[in-house]
């Protein structure tokens, strides 16, 4: 559940006059203190000098914020810290980002002495743990260093990604399949519901016998498809391990097993049941041939209806009617949980950490009182935290008005019936037309880059009023969040960048070549150069040791 916070705290009162006083060369109240911002931003373009966003931040915080949004945040950072121009507050996407630059010893140390003064991320701080709740949580150990609180954060994003069924195709299969063969292959009756319940995927062979189906009665169409964009599995590799355990990619996929050891989906076998599988989709033509080489934009025939089985958000079946304007689509998509391969730990849908983004503050910034105190509530304001004692999520002004540009730009949000969302609509209007959909202010839709979370309870749409399709997209991401989850405890690794990127490059290639029937070496010799050559048994060396810092292992 989500609600909104039910006053503005006075923007600013006490401290506008803290400004009024401080002087010093840094800005006064009429032109602001000034600060540079480094993200990783959606766009990564910058904004004239009219945008309402940076002017909205003016005149509530007396900042006067240059954002610098890039692609490569690291790399960005460390230049950046390395010239005279240094960046003020940086926020970071993952611990390796953040660890690469904190060694530099060019960010603030402590935290601790600002929680005070920052309520929204108090609570963020001082979450427990469903299976702690005496300690302190994952989160607060991976980010504190002995008594110091390393840098503040946003919650991590609830699974909004997660699997996708022409649920008209399925029909169709339910109602005509009596069984038999197809191209060689033979399958089950697809009408073998029981006690009146619908079919439905429950194991891997429930989706090979779905998909042959497509292959026999859909011509130009297929069940599979990803957009690897010539360097990766795509959403292949994110999803179809899941139906035996974790992800296979470094350092995600590394868990801890139950008796204290740390695994991995090579190491346990799963990997490769996986890529088999993998395998026996491509040999049998069920995968749409563009898959590995296509680009995300270059990805259309989901939305055009030739796919018959996705992993997508919910607003798949926003974007399908949006490629089928003459046609009635609402009714293509439905959710569905995760198969898992029977014997397996398989079916949980990943959440991507313990933390979200991470908030610093560079040491200078910190040294002048004025700016890091204006500094300081600004984030405050901008952190979606959840009340303890509802178990709500809530936004406050400043995420509002970042994010979504509630308050600043004349967007506005609608109640959606029936439902703990709120609806935006970001498309210009015949009344209205929207700053960040002009030209040159695209740029400012990476001002909410930095806070975005999909705990927030926001349905963007692009129409005025509530359709069905956004009730569509409610009904998709509500039956996601229910969906049992484990956390990818990988993602708080901290491991060396070069041997993991090397270790993943050499996987990929393998598993590409693999599966399409190119010349690669035998499984036994991948597995062997995985562990060894390619160093990973030294890697999950190397993050046994984490995690019993971070008190997974005890």
Not at 217 to 236: I, Q
Not at 383 to 407: F, I, K, M, Q, S
Request: with cysteine; glycine share 10%.
């Amino acid at each position: 559940m989500w609600k909104k916070g039910s006053k503005i705290v006075a923007l600013l009162l006490g401290v506008c006059c803290l400004f009024s006083m401080a002087g010093c060369g840094n800005g006064t109240k009429s032109d602001g203190i000034p600060v540079k911002m480094l993200i990783s931003g959606y766009v990564n373009l910058h904004t004239e000098g009219n945008d309402p966003y940076r002017k909205w931040i003016k005149d509530n915080y007396n900042l006067d914020i240059t954002l610098n949004a890039v692609g490569d945040l690291s790399g960005a950072a460390i230049t950046e810290f390395a010239s005279n121009n240094k960046p003020d507050i940086v926020v970071f996407d993952s611990m390796d980002e953040f660890t690469t630059v904190a060694e530099q010893k060019v960010l603030l140390e402590d935290w601790t002495p600002y929680l005070e003064k920052m309520p929204n991320a108090s609570k963020i701080v001082h979450m427990k743990d469903a299976d702690n709740p005496d300690g302190d949580s994952i989160a607060k150990q991976m980010m504190t260093d002995g008594e110091k609180l390393k840098g503040v954060w946003t919650l991590p994003d609830t699974p909004t990604w997660s699997l996708k069924i022409r649920e008209d195709w399925a029909n169709e299969y339910r109602a005509t399949t009596t069984g038999g063969t197809v191209g060689g292959q033979s399958y089950p009756a697809g009408n073998t519901a029981t006690n009146g319940q619908p079919w439905q995927p429950n194991t891997p062979e429930d989706l090979l016998h779905f998909a042959r189906w497509i292959k026999a009665n859909k011509p130009d169409s297929y069940a599979f498809t990803s957009a690897g964009n010539n360097s990766s599995l795509g959403t292949l590799g994110n999803w179809l391990p899941l139906m035996w355990g974790t992800v296979a990619e470094l350092p995600y996929g590394v868990y801890v097993t139950e008796d204290g050891e740390v695994d991995f989906p090579v190491t346990d076998g799963t990997h490769k049941l996986y890529i088999d599988y993998l395998k026996q989709i491509c040999d049998e033509k069920l995968i749409d041939p563009s898959w590995y080489l296509q680009s995300w934009e270059q990805k259309t025939k989901t939305k055009q209806g030739l796919i018959g089985i996705e992993w997508y958000p919910g607003s798949i079946s926003a974007e399908t009617q949006g490629y089928n304007p003459d046609v009635d689509t609402t009714d293509w998509w439905k959710t569905y949980a995760i198969p898992c391969a029977e014997g397996y730990d398989g079916g949980y849908m990943p959440i991507e950490g313990y933390v979200g983004k991470i908030i610093c503050v560079s040491k200078r910034a910190a040294l002048n009182s004025a700016k890091m105190d204006a500094i300081v509530k600004f984030i405050d304001d901008c952190l979606v935290y959840r009340d303890e004692e509802t178990g709500e999520y809530v936004r406050p002004v400043g995420y509002d008005a970042l994010r979504w540009g509630v308050g600043v730009d004349g967007y506005e949000y609608k109640e959606i019936e029936g439902s703990d969302y709120v609806y935006v609509n970001t498309a210009d209007t015949d009344s209205k037309s929207f700053y960040r959909n002009s030209t040159a202010g695209a740029g400012a839709y990476d001002w909410g880059a930095w806070i975005a979370t999909t705990k927030d309870g926001v349905i963007q749409g692009n129409t005025e009023e509530v359709g069905v399709l956004t009730k569509k997209v409610v009904e998709h991401n509500s039956i996601t969040s229910q969906m049992k989850s484990k956390v990818q405890i990988g993602s708080s690794l901290n491991l060396d960048s070069s041997l993991v990127k090397n270790l993943n490059t050499q996987q990929i290639y393998w598993e590409y070549n693999y599966v399409t029937g190119g010349s690669v070496d035998s499984y036994e010799k991948f597995l062997n150069n995985w562990k060894t050559q390619w160093k990973g048994d030294e890697l999950l060396a190397a993050a046994k040791i984490q995690f019993t810092e971070f008190g997974l292992i005890k």
